[in-house]
């Protein structure tokens, strides 16, 4: 069984909807972010322009990653994203690279 850490840092209802913009990938609004480290699963979630995770925003994955593993870590590599409407969870590397 997978341990959980949801954050609740993250609101009910959207204060934005701009879509995140990193790199050479466009995140629209809404959409899932999650990270596994050390057993635990890690979420967070685009809203009014960036990641945000516990409750404080981020430009970048991998400045969101290092919250957690307190390492160098590549973000592109570390979250797995699920946009708003669908069901299923891609690497994000992978999603900036076929887009």
Avoid: Q
């Amino acid at each position: 069984m997978e341990n959980i850490k949801t954050d609740p840092g993250l609101p009910n209802k959207s204060g934005g909807s701009s879509a995140w913009k990193v790199k050479d990938a466009t995140f629209p609004h809404g959409t899932e972010l999650r990270g596994r480290y050390k057993g635990y699963v890690y979420y967070g979630k685009v809203d009014n322009g960036a990641f945000v995770l516990h409750g404080k925003p981020f430009l970048s994955p991998s400045a969101a990653a290092v919250t957690i593993t307190r390492n160098p870590v590549d973000g592109w590599l570390f979250w797995d994203c699920k946009f708003p409407g669908r069901s299923t969870w891609m690497n994000i590397y992978k999603f900036k690279n076929a887009e």
